[in-house]
């Protein structure tokens, strides 16, 4: 199996080289040379098949010859143990009016970035202890990556994680998963500037070759096709559990736009999906581009009740650009240039009419504001009783976006590490769940930093 970047001037890899490298060295984003394809009893076995099960043949199918079955059932057997709140990792909880909450938050950080993040550590543990060589991991965060990736890579042997921070941007409970780790191989650097600043700073580290080596650098943001991998399962065994005759909708609140580009690797594997809906909150890049066929962003991301959306550059929406671009993958990393290079000087960039067509088959979107998210909190509880993170909100109030079919809304959260917004709208206090009620008597860890590349390239020196 071999992956190719998306920008055209990079060698392809193998899968290993992939996801220990996360970009490519010309700046662009893995993507496979070919796509696998499920076989029917698979997808149909994912209704009622442990996980871990499903989870190790799709790995498979993207490894190739890197990983045989066993192996990575072995590997998705371990992600996928007792560290998770519900035996069923990653339950469908029926709404009825042919509505289905699937619950991502069950895992240590209480995100669904934990199901990516915990494979991803089983990943770097087999292929480091096989080369022998040390990872300095690093992720810009707009709050529910970094946890994640503490959770799972903490104390690591062969791991030192770097997680870059958005002062005040993130809630308490975000902040403490990333702080309060007690681990050694774990910084946390809040940084002054928002989100996308500290994307921009990763993205600069990988443009540096030379310090890239110098300090084994990879990234750990969903730009790392293993995060795609791993939660395209989510989507295959939800759409299987349905078993519905037609293809079923998925809301999916969006950031970064990791989520919905694994949702439609699902459906190019085979799953049972229709739409993919994309529902920004007021940072609203995406849903414009595909209303407009321009894709622009303003100089800074929005300030929400919804943090982990506050994004204006979503970093994999380049991969599907490139998918669904015309031609071969000459053709297709020539189009993605050309977008990318506009953005860069002119903060915008005209979608081509054979790419937008493509993107409106596949993708609807629309964009809620804070207001609005807020009354989907409410609505939600009292026409449901489910508490809903204010992510999740934002996938509630979008659910009249298409038709009348059965819908898939994507609970990206556990409501209690946002407790200071649900308080406010309901009036109740979210529990942390058992994993992480001691979260507040932890010691905190942590550097304030000036968001700046030097900085950032002096810290890490200092302890990769």
Request: hydrophobic content about 45%; glycine content about 6%; charged content about 20%.
């Amino acid at each position: 199996m071999q992956y190719i970047s998306t920008r055209g001037a990079s060698p392809a890899v193998s899968f290993t080289e992939a996801i220990t490298q996360g970009l490519a060295p010309d700046g662009g984003l893995y993507v496979p040379r070919t796509w696998p394809r499920l076989d029917k009893s698979v997808l149909e076995a994912a209704a009622t098949a442990p996980y871990f099960e499903t989870a190790a043949i799709v790995l498979k199918a993207f490894a190739g010859d890197d990983l045989d079955i066993e192996t990575a059932r072995k590997l998705t057997k371990s992600a996928y143990g007792d560290n998770w709140g519900d035996k069923d990792i990653v339950p469908l909880r029926d709404l009825g009016n042919n509505l289905h909450l699937l619950e991502l938050f069950h895992g240590p950080s209480l995100a669904f970035k934990d199901v990516a993040m915990q494979l991803i550590a089983e990943l770097y543990e087999y292929f480091l202890n096989l080369s022998g060589k040390h990872l300095s991991v690093i992720c810009a965060t707009s709050g529910d990556t970094g946890g994640a990736a503490v959770e799972a890579l903490k104390n690591k042997k062969n791991v030192s994680l770097f997680v870059m921070l958005p002062d005040g941007r993130v809630s308490e409970v975000q902040k403490r998963f990333m702080t309060a780790s007690g681990a050694a191989n774990v910084h946390a650097l809040v940084l002054d500037g928002d989100f996308d600043k500290a994307q921009a700073i990763l993205k600069n580290l990988f443009a540096d070759y030379a310090f890239v080596a110098e300090v084994n650098l990879t990234p750990v943001n969903s730009v790392n096709f293993a995060r795609i991998v791993a939660q395209c399962v989510y989507f295959i065994t939800s759409a299987a559990k349905l078993g519905a005759a037609k293809p079923i909708d998925f809301i999916i609140p969006t950031g970064n736009f990791g989520d919905a580009f694994s949702a439609w690797v699902a459906k190019k594997l085979g799953a049972n999906i229709g739409k993919i809906i994309i529902a920004n909150n007021a940072n609203n890049s995406i849903a414009l581009a595909l209303e407009t066929g321009k894709f622009a962003t303003g100089e800074h991301s929005i300030a929400t009740i919804s943090p982990a959306m506050d994004i204006q550059i979503a970093s994999n929406f380049e991969r599907i650009i490139y998918e669904l671009s015309a031609g071969d993958a000459a053709q297709k990393a020539k189009s993605v240039n050309a977008a990318y290079s506009a953005l860069k000087t002119e903060k915008s960039y005209i979608i081509e009419a054979h790419c937008l067509a493509a993107l409106r088959t596949d993708f609807a979107a629309c964009h809620i504001d804070d207001s609005a998210t807020s009354a989907a909190i409410i609505d939600c509880k009292t026409q449901t009783g489910e508490i809903i993170c204010p992510h999740t909100a934002v996938g509630w109030a979008a659910r009249h976006c298409t038709g009348e079919g059965g819908k898939i809304i994507l609970a990206t959260a556990h409501p209690a590490k946002f407790p200071e917004t649900v308080t406010e709208i309901l009036g109740i206090v979210p529990s942390l769940p058992p994993q992480a009620v001691d979260l507040f008597q932890r010691p905190e860890h942590f550097e304030k930093m000036h968001a700046n590349e030097a900085n950032i390239k002096t810290y890490l020196r200092a302890r990769s």
